[in-house]
């Protein structure tokens, strides 16, 4: 299977939701707070599974920038300083239960 890339990515301030479109015409709607609590960061994911962090909290959590990171993945920054996981495609693609 071929890769997916995104066409479009749109962070609704309002909605608190991020919304990508990718090539193969999939949209995935994603909220600001599954994001935060799934972040692919060391500080939540740990380093195996056994070591995930439950995040609590984030209902309310805002995206202050989106930096794209070579042409796989974005660094979200959020409101609450967190900043530190890459969002690969694929990744983005998983949490949104496409594929």
Not at 59 to 84: C, K, L
Request: glycine share 8%; net charge negative.
């Amino acid at each position: 299977m071929s890769r997916a890339w995104p066409t479009r990515l749109d962070f609704s301030k309002s909605r608190k939701v991020l919304t990508i479109d990718f090539d193969d015409g999939q949209t995935a709607e994603l909220p600001y707070q599954l994001l935060r609590i799934e972040s692919p960061s060391a500080e939540v994911q740990g380093h195996s599974p056994a070591q995930k962090k439950t995040v609590t909290g984030k209902e309310n959590v805002g995206v202050t920038a989106a930096n794209p990171v070579g042409r796989y993945a974005v660094q979200i920054v959020f409101d609450d300083g967190h900043d530190s996981g890459l969002f690969t495609w694929d990744y983005l693609r998983e949490l949104a239960g496409l594929d």
